[in-house]
């Protein structure tokens, strides 16, 4: 394919995505990246970061706690607290003069977390007290996970509760939309699966009950924004926080076919395992989620220029999320569109630390 006919790919093209019209099909996927400030407020930096990439048809800013309690690395951002709306009030109003459209990723970890980021030491929470494999980022540095705290059924109204409290605060710092975060291994995507979720009661035990936690929230940040200002991300095929199912394929189908009553902007799948292989086991098939979702269907892992026209030509996805070449390519729209070479991230400046491999990476002009 030549440069030329990049021009007319509908991947460039405007899309609408409910009521929002998108310059694109290219999302910027939500990207930890642990620069934000004491009492996990975003700062300026963040601002000028999601500034220079602006050009993507939709940002999903990283993910953000919804509560104390959500927390699960340091130097991650809340959308909780006042001083946080107030930063993101800048950064969204900055994104929309520099003509973007910005969601943001609600998130609480469950148990990949660890005593030492949660307030008064506690343990942090997860369907069931079942011990993560893997290490948490403290202040300390990385640590060994901890067996966790498992809810009781009268926690989870407060649970509900503080994902719709963080949608009206995501709403009152004047993002476009949120993403309803239900997917590597953290606290929703612990109470889908089999492996972490064994709970005897209405929250457990059945595909139905493991549902029932993420159908209360979507319906609680639904009742917020209306349903196509919000998405949903899953990982159904991801191992990434030491999690897995029996039988992945029913479970989310069930879980597919209940969003549908929600009238959702976006479905966001990751293909394959998060960070990882895009291979999908026997007998799994996205695409029936695809073709059962009746929103927009945003694919990502490891998506390149071409896989990502391919997919457009093939119709297997609506949207292509792209997420590390993001990080080091700020301009990535205007790169793919000119088939143009991308920078590399480099690792050491991917979490924590300032503008270092953060805001001081390369657009083509500069470059």
Excluded: C
Excluded at 109 to 125: K, M
């Amino acid at each position: 394919m030549t440069n030329t006919n990049l021009n007319d790919a509908d991947l460039f093209q405007p899309v609408q995505l409910g009521t929002l019209q998108l310059a694109n099909r290219i999302v910027m996927a939500p990207l930890t990246r642990s620069r934000a400030k004491e009492n996990d407020i975003p700062g300026d930096l963040a601002l000028e970061y999601y500034v220079q990439r602006a050009s993507a048809g939709l940002i999903i800013a990283e993910a953000s706690q919804i509560s104390p309690q959500g927390k699960g690395y340091v130097f991650t951002p809340g959308i909780y607290s006042a001083p946080q709306v107030q930063a993101w009030k800048k950064i969204t109003d900055a994104v929309h003069e520099a003509g973007g459209k910005i969601f943001l990723q609600l998130w609480h970890v469950g148990r990949i977390s660890h005593p030492s980021i949660q307030i008064g030491g506690v343990l942090p929470v997860a369907p069931s007290a079942i011990k993560p494999e893997g290490q948490s980022y403290t202040n300390d540095g990385f640590v060994p996970m901890v067996t966790p705290r498992a809810l009781e059924t009268s926690e989870m109204a407060g649970i509900v509760e503080q994902y719709r409290s963080a949608a009206q605060h995501a709403k009152d710092a004047g993002f476009d939309g949120v993403e309803v975060h239900a997917a590597n291994g953290y606290l929703l995507d612990q109470f889908l699966r089999d492996k972490t979720n064994l709970r005897t009661d209405s929250y457990g035990g059945s595909i139905e009950n493991r549902a029932r936690l993420l159908l209360e929230v979507t319906a609680a940040v639904v009742k917020v924004w209306g349903g196509d200002r919000v998405g949903i991300r899953i990982s159904p095929l991801s191992n990434f926080g030491d999690i897995a199912d029996s039988n992945p394929q029913a479970l989310f189908t069930y879980v597919v076919e209940q969003i549908n009553a929600f009238n959702l902007a976006y479905l966001h799948a990751i293909e394959g395992d998060t960070g990882g292989t895009r291979e999908v086991p026997g007998g799994f098939d996205l695409q029936i989620l695809r073709r059962l979702f009746n929103g927009l269907y945003m694919a990502n892992n490891g998506y390149d220029l071409d896989l990502a026209l391919a997919a457009r030509a093939n119709g297997t996805a609506d949207l292509i999320a792209f997420g590390r070449p993001f990080i080091a390519n700020p301009d990535l729209v205007a790169r793919l569109l000119a088939r143009a070479p991308l920078n590399t991230p480099d690792p050491a400046t991917m979490y924590g630390g300032g503008a270092g491999g953060y805001i001081d990476y390369p657009t083509l002009a500069q470059s």
